[in-house]
C-alpha cells in the first residue's frame, strides 16, 4: 500500500467509524444492548478508529521515507480492521458466534503492523543520520 492510498484508506476508515458509532448510538441502540453487544460494536469502533488513524501515520511516513516497513503496516492495519472490526461487527448483528474465531486473526494483523511501523521508524531514523 502506498503513502497516499494508506491516507485515503485511513481517512476512509476513519469517517466511517464516525458513522458506524453514531449509527450504533442511535439508531442500533436498543438492538445492541437487548441482545448484550453494546461493548462488542463499541470495541470495534474504538479498534477501528485506533487503526485508521495508524494508517494514516503509516500513509505519513510512508510519504516522508519510503519505505516498504510502511507499506506493509498500512496494509496489515487495513487488513486488520477488516477481520477484527469486520467480524465484531458482523458478530453484533447477526449472532454467529464462530465469527469471534476470526477476530484473533485481525488481531495479528494489527499486531504485525505495529512491529513494521516500529522496524519502520527505527529504519528512518538510521537514515536520517
Given at each position: 500500500?502506498?503513502?497516499?492510498?494508506?491516507?485515503?484508506?485511513?481517512?476512509?476508515?476513519?469517517?466511517?467509524?464516525?458513522?458506524?458509532?453514531?449509527?450504533?448510538?442511535?439508531?442500533?441502540?436498543?438492538?445492541?444492548?437487548?441482545?448484550?453487544?453494546?461493548?462488542?460494536?463499541?470495541?470495534?469502533?474504538?479498534?477501528?478508529?485506533?487503526?485508521?488513524?495508524?494508517?494514516?501515520?503509516?500513509?505519513?511516513?510512508?510519504?516522508?521515507?519510503?519505505?516498504?516497513?510502511?507499506?506493509?503496516?498500512?496494509?496489515?492495519?487495513?487488513?486488520?480492521?477488516?477481520?477484527?472490526?469486520?467480524?465484531?461487527?458482523?458478530?453484533c448483528f447477526s449472532g454467529i458466534k464462530f465469527l469471534g474465531a476470526i477476530t484473533p486473526i485481525g488481531g495479528l494483523f494489527f499486531i504485525a503492523g505495529?512491529?513494521?511501523?516500529?522496524?519502520?521508524?527505527?529504519?528512518?531514523?538510521?537514515?536520517?543520520?
Amino acid at each position: 500500500m502506498t503513502g497516499r492510498s494508506a491516507l485515503l484508506t485511513g481517512s476512509l476508515f476513519a469517517g466511517l467509524a464516525v458513522v458506524l458509532g453514531a449509527f450504533g448510538a442511535h439508531a442500533l441502540k436498543d438492538m445492541l444492548a437487548s441482545s448484550g453487544r453494546t461493548d462488542t460494536y463499541e470495541l470495534a469502533v474504538r479498534y477501528q478508529f485506533y487503526h485508521a488513524f495508524a494508517l494514516l501515520v503509516a500513509g505519513l511516513l510512508n510519504t516522508k521515507f519510503a519505505l516498504k516497513h510502511f507499506n506493509y503496516a498500512a496494509t496489515c492495519f487495513s487488513i486488520g480492521i477488516v477481520f477484527f472490526c469486520g467480524s465484531l461487527y458482523i458478530l453484533c448483528f447477526s449472532g454467529i458466534k464462530f465469527l469471534g474465531a476470526i477476530t484473533p486473526i485481525g488481531g495479528l494483523f494489527f499486531i504485525a503492523g505495529w512491529i513494521f511501523n516500529f522496524f519502520g521508524i527505527l529504519t528512518s531514523a538510521r537514515l536520517e543520520k
